[in-house]
């Protein structure tokens, strides 16, 4: 290999070096526009070809945040590790309540009937966005390379790194 | 400040004395060579290189020195073992603690017999001077090492792994540990401040640390109390007698009788308390803790409260 290879390799490598910066010290991303406190609580239509991203969507460290909220507030005490038990699965393509980040946002924030708890008084909005970006990566909406490369239980599933992209398919009833 | 040079303990002292004799006799060895060397670069050899005579002499000193350097390696192998047998040898430990390294905090179990008897603190470990202390260790996310170099040696908390390491604290005073293993972007802030007692004053400590928790005396803490309890607090802190009982951040039980905040980042003062909760980001960036948004009247009740919390 000559010089020249060997400097436009080392130049390929080095586009590697940085994949995100970490905004750590930011003002806190705001709830959705249209955010209100009580909205209907009748499952809606799944938008099929919706591309709004939450502000963690395509950050691979806010996304992480979420993963370990998603641990540390017992998430997994109804919904497993995304496979669902007493509440529904989070890592397949139906939804209940919608798929966008605001209408997982608002999920979370305002609870759902037969058994969601309200976190909006709990969580503050930039946890409650983390936590919609890792529930989102958990069925490959969010961009490939800022999903998690790895669970922090067993791993009965891929990491959500490795989970195929898809799209949120027509919902069913609860 | 800490330091190895200074050790406060019989277990610091025997890795001291083995880092100065290995400081000690590496010197001499460096120095000997610096002068041979100079010594070869000024003299011409009297007798030829090639020759019968050059050959056997230049045998003789290789033999010689690779001899000499591999018996003063075995000698300090052997006292190696030694010292790291003397750090196991131990008696009965007076006071056992768990340390549980998190990102980026330390949690401590007093543990004891008694259950009700047994204590979780965070980041300042009290223990009595003359008395062995057993510290076992581990970690619940990723490798930190357990390092008060005044008092021991470094201590790797593996994930999934219990170790064990011990010390005796011989002079009262307060010696600063540090986590020694690269964890994650505040590796630098998770210190921990070990506090030796006379036994009398650990034992007061002790009591003191496990009373039970005092309702807020005045409207001021009471309120303060509410939003505690109120806002996002709870769900990550604990604090004993009161409905938050979340184990994911620091236990905030007898808050107000530490000496710092966030692992020896701040000391614990009324604005420092203040200008962390409402933006631990700014002072230790990447921290898992949010900004709490409160208001002013809401922040001021609550840090009152948390000053009640001797």
Same mark, same amino acid.
């Given at each position: ?12 490598? !080095? ?53 370990? !909220? ?49 976190? &909006? ?35 009965? &599933? ?8 898809? &799209?949120?398919?027509?919902?069913? &009833?609860? | ?310």
């Amino acid at each position: 290999m000559n010089a020249r290879a060997w400097l436009a390799s080392a130049l390929i490598v !080095l586009t590697a070096c940085e994949r995100e910066a970490r905004k750590l010290n930011e003002p806190p991303p705001r709830p959705p526009q249209q955010f209100v406190n009580s909205v209907r609580l009748q499952p809606g239509p799944t938008e099929m070809n919706d591309s709004s991203a939450g502000p963690f969507d395509s950050n691979a460290a806010g996304t992480g945040e979420g993963q370990q !909220l998603f641990a540390q507030m017992n998430c997994s005490g109804c919904h497993a590790n995304g496979g669902g038990g007493m509440g529904p699965a989070l890592m397949d393509d139906e939804w209940i309540y919608g798929s966008r980040p605001d209408q997982i946002f608002a999920s979370i924030a305002e609870g759902r009937p037969n058994g969601m708890p309200t976190w &909006k008084y709990r969580l503050t909005t930039t946890q409650i966005w983390q936590l919609v970006s890792y529930v989102r990566s958990l069925s490959g909406l969010t961009p490939k390379g800022a999903r998690p490369n790895r669970d922090d239980h067993m791993m009965t &599933k891929p990491a959500p790194s490795q989970t195929p992209n898809a &799209k949120p398919r027509q919902t069913r &009833k609860p | 400040m800490h330091s190895a040079f200074d050790p406060h303990s019989p277990q610091a002292r025997a890795v001291a004395h083995l880092w100065w004799w290995m400081f000690g006799v590496g010197f001499a060895i460096w120095m000997g060579v610096t002068l041979a060397m100079l010594t070869s670069i000024r003299r011409r050899d009297a007798t030829e290189p090639d020759s019968e005579e050059g050959k056997s002499v230049r045998g003789h000193t290789l033999a010689i020195y690779v001899g000499a350097t591999l018996v003063v390696l075995l000698v300090f192998l052997g006292y190696d073992f030694a010292v790291g047998r003397s750090l196991a040898k131990r008696s009965a430990p007076a006071v056992k603690i768990l340390v549980t390294g998190h990102q980026w905090w330390w949690e401590l179990e007093y543990e004891d017999s008694v259950p009700s008897r047994r204590m979780i603190t965070a980041n300042e470990i009290h223990v009595p001077t003359g008395q062995l202390i057993e510290v076992k260790v581990r970690a619940a996310d990723v490798i930190h090492s357990f390092w008060a170099p005044n008092l021991q040696g470094k201590r790797d908390l593996i994930p999934g792994y219990l170790s064990t390491v011990w010390f005796r604290a011989d002079t009262p005073g307060v010696y600063r540990g540090q986590c020694a293993e690269f964890c994650g972007l505040e590796h630098a802030k998770m210190a921990f401040y070990v506090v030796a007692q006379p036994p009398a004053a650990y034992a007061a400590w002790r009591a003191a640390s496990s009373a039970p928790h005092t309702p807020p005396a005045d409207s001021i803490a009471a309120t303060g109390q509410r939003v505690f309890l109120s806002s996002g607090c709870p769900l990550c802190h604990t604090i004993a007698g009161t409905d938050a009982r979340a184990t994911v951040g620091p236990s905030l039980s007898h808050l107000a009788s530490r000496m710092t905040l966030a692992a020896g980042t701040l000391e614990n003062t009324r604005a420092n308390l203040m200008s962390w909760i409402v933006n631990p980001q700014a002072l230790k960036p990447g921290v898992h803790m949010p900004p709490i948004p409160l208001k002013p009247a809401e922040l001021s009740a609550l840090v009152t409260y948390l000053e009640t919390l001797k």
